[in-house]
């Protein structure tokens, strides 16, 4: 596998496979890897001649009292995991590579009404910040098909919509969530949580399949939601949001409506916040 950081690199060798005719996919990470974006790449591999990972903490998708800081870099540990699921190139860019005039006077992408509802609300800038950054790697290695995890299922989404608004020609797949055997969403962030935090955050997991299950019985889901709040509050945690909404779009479902619904869930656990979501489908 190789490693580059900067533009022209990455882009001679993507020329090189588009020479020969291969197809090329990406994989875009913030790095500190586990079996959840193993998983990313083996389906880009199935689906790609080449396989592009990109390794790249965004600084202008935290918030100002979020962890940039403190997030985990762990780039040797990565290379080896990534090079053992069979990635063909490693983009590890710096930040002045993505953001040549600075983070703070970077040209934004801003995905419209999707961005303003759950995590856009309570981290406002967010979604900017991820628009931006994956705008940006599109243009840098034009892949023909890009891998995101579904545990991340509003980012999915305005990933999506950005696509098919600025007509990218790159399609856009959805890796299952991968889970610890307790049904635990796999997650950097996991390792944040205390030998007592990391017992009771399955919960979450509890939670969302009880959500399923109530509104198959009938129940109304705004009741579902207040339960769900409550059942997370008894446990320990700080509930952000615990809804229902429709997988397309993340509008909310009207009354009685049973078909393509997801619910999602963000909640903090100590100083940790977690993030899932479960298709009813």
Not at 97 to 118: C, D, K, N, R, W
Not at 242 to 266: F, H, K, M, T, Y
Request: glycine share 6%.
């Amino acid at each position: 596998m190789q490693t580059v950081q900067d533009a022209p690199a990455l882009r001679a060798t993507i020329r090189g496979w588009r020479a020969q005719g291969q197809t090329v996919g990406l994989v875009p990470t913030m790095g500190n890897l586990h079996a959840g974006h193993h998983s990313l790449l083996k389906l880009a591999k199935a689906r790609a001649d080449r396989v592009v990972a990109s390794v790249f903490v965004n600084p202008t998708q935290f918030g100002p009292n979020e962890d940039f800081e403190r997030y985990p870099r762990t780039l040797a540990q990565d290379q080896a995991g990534l090079a053992e699921v069979g990635c063909d190139l490693l983009f590890a860019p710096e930040v002045a590579t993505l953001y040549p005039f600075g983070a703070q006077h970077s040209v934004s992408v801003h995905v419209p009404q999707i961005t303003e509802t759950l995590d856009g609300a309570h981290r406002p800038g967010h979604f900017d910040g991820v628009a931006t950054v994956v705008s940006k790697l599109f243009n840098l290695v034009q892949p023909d098909i890009a891998v995101f995890g579904q545990k991340d299922f509003q980012q999915l989404k305005v990933i999506e919509r950005m696509v098919r608004d600025l007509s990218l020609p790159v399609k856009v797949m959805a890796a299952p969530t991968w889970r610890a055997d307790d049904g635990l969403a796999m997650s950097s962030r996991n390792q944040y949580l205390s030998e007592a935090e990391r017992a009771l955050a399955p919960q979450i997991h509890a939670t969302l399949l009880q959500m399923r299950e109530l509104i198959a019985k009938g129940h109304a889901w705004r009741v579902v939601e207040q339960a769900a709040t409550s059942k997370l509050e008894r446990a320990g945690f700080v509930p952000d949001y615990a809804v229902i909404r429709r997988a397309e779009d993340l509008s909310e479902p009207a009354d009685g409506e049973r078909d393509g619904l997801v619910a999602l869930i963000a909640a903090r656990l100590g100083s940790t916040r977690l993030i899932d979501n479960l298709l009813f489908d």
